[in-house]
């Protein structure tokens, strides 16, 4: 039974590639007791080693590390900044107790993408293509305000605002002033006490988001083939692309409650990591009869990362701003597997599932996001040794 082309290209991160399978492997598909059926669609060649264009489109739902250090933001109290309160200037009240930090964001979550290829089949039965994946971001967030988890605000109030020790900061950020207030609704203190934003807030918020997207350029050819298996090896470029951001948003009010946008205090952390490299892989195909087939494949980059951090204080107003920016340059192994499952329920047209793994070595990590320092803003970042990304993947391919 004389049969369309069909590439069965299941690269590394489960891309759904048709039309490379070979003449021989395709042909014990018809021997094995299933009748392959003839598309209705205008796709394929009318000969098996013409070549041409293939192409897929896969969902992907993957689950990745969170890559923030722990660090704690903010306890419950604030200081007596002039002593006008206390007698005591810098005294503390409050209980100084957590209220707020990066621990606090909860479980790590799965996030969907998309993976689309696009391919060149050649008449030797060797293929090049582009790949490209994308993964929505992954978002959490966690926020304190006036009433601590034991609903205790100690006996004159203390534990209902917010500390957190940011010192160097313009007067720009020093906060409302009269916040305290008696029994009886009057204001106490002097205008200058507590001052700062950061000091006797009301509430803070964090949040950390993280995208991921990957570019791949990939030359494929058939090594060893047999009647039921096949194994390729490949070739290419990389790029990965790992986006962060972890943010804090610390508002204060006056003591009847007021507040505008040059009481808000702004903080933000980005790490933007481009990676560049090139990659070797290798895999197997095995026909399973029925027209199903099983496939494994494994590839080893050698990525250089071009890292750029930026930290930034800033006015709700946007009034006023301190920014901190620094380039890092480091080499990040990268080694990518996967295992699919593909059926080909008519000739050029192939369903697959599978799952796939990433890994990265050596990337930058926000060890201590916060630099509380606003006049020299200096997070700790660190090398993380290997971060995961890892999935399910389901989709269709078609050729041409």
């Known amino acids: 039974m004389r049969k369309h082309g069909i590439t069965m290209c299941l690269w590394l991160a489960g891309a759904i590639l048709l039309g490379t399978a070979s003449p021989r492997a395709r042909a014990q598909w018809d021997v094995s007791g299933y009748e392959s059926r003839q598309s209705p669609l205008p796709l394929g060649q009318d000969r098996l080693t013409s070549g041409g264009i293939y192409g897929s489109c896969e969902f992907i739902f993957m689950h990745g590390d969170r890559n923030i250090g722990s660090q704690l933001i903010a306890v419950r109290g604030f200081r007596d900044s002039d002593g006008s309160i206390t007698g005591s200037p810098g005294f503390m009240l409050g209980s100084q107790r957590w209220a707020l930090d990066t621990d606090s964001f909860g479980r790590t979550t799965w996030v969907p993408g998309a993976r689309i290829t696009l391919g060149y089949k050649f008449e030797d039965g060797s293929a090049i293509s582009v790949r490209w994946t994308q993964l929505d971001q992954a978002r959490y967030n966690t926020s304190a305000g006036p009433i601590p988890v034991d609903f205790n605000t ?4 203390e534990d209902s605002f917010l500390f957190s020790p940011v010192f160097g900061f313009s007067p720009q950020f020093a906060g409302p002033q009269l916040r305290l207030a008696d029994a009886a609704g009057n204001p106490i203190g002097s205008g200058g006490s507590p001052y700062g934003i950061w000091n006797g807030a009301n509430t803070m918020d964090i949040k950390y ?10 030359y494929r050819s058939t090594a060893i083939e047999t009647d039921h298996s096949r194994s390729y090896a490949t070739a290419g470029g990389r790029f990965a692309w ?31 990591q481009r990676m560049y490299g090139p990659f070797l892989g290798v895999g197997t195909d095995i026909y399973l009869g029925s027209a199903f087939a099983l496939g494994a494949e494994v590839s080893a980059a050698a990525l250089y990362a071009v890292v750029k951090e930026r ?10 701003q301190s920014k901190r920016s620094r380039n890092e340059f480091t080499i990040v192994p990268n080694v990518n597997a996967s295992v699919n499952l593909s059926w080909f329920p008519i000739s050029n047209v192939q369903l697959r599932a599978g799952y796939d793994i990433w890994s990265f070595f050596n990337t930058i990590y926000m060890n201590q996001p916060v630099g509380f320092n606003a006049g020299a803003i200096d997070p700790a970042y660190n090398h993380r040794p290997v971060r995961f990304y890892h999935g399910f993947n389901v989709g269709v391919g078609l050729v041409f």
């Open 154 to 157: 100690a006996q004159n109030g």
């Open 209 to 218: 988001v993280e995208r991921f997207t990957n570019w791949d350029i990939t």
């Open 242 to 272: 790992i986006w962060e951001r972890f943010s804090w948003n610390t508002l204060a009010s006056n003591f009847l409650g007021q507040t505008g946008s040059q009481d808000l205090a702004l903080y933000s952390n980005v790490i933007s």
């Open 311 to 320: 930290a930034k204080y800033e006015l709700g107003d946007n009034s006023q």
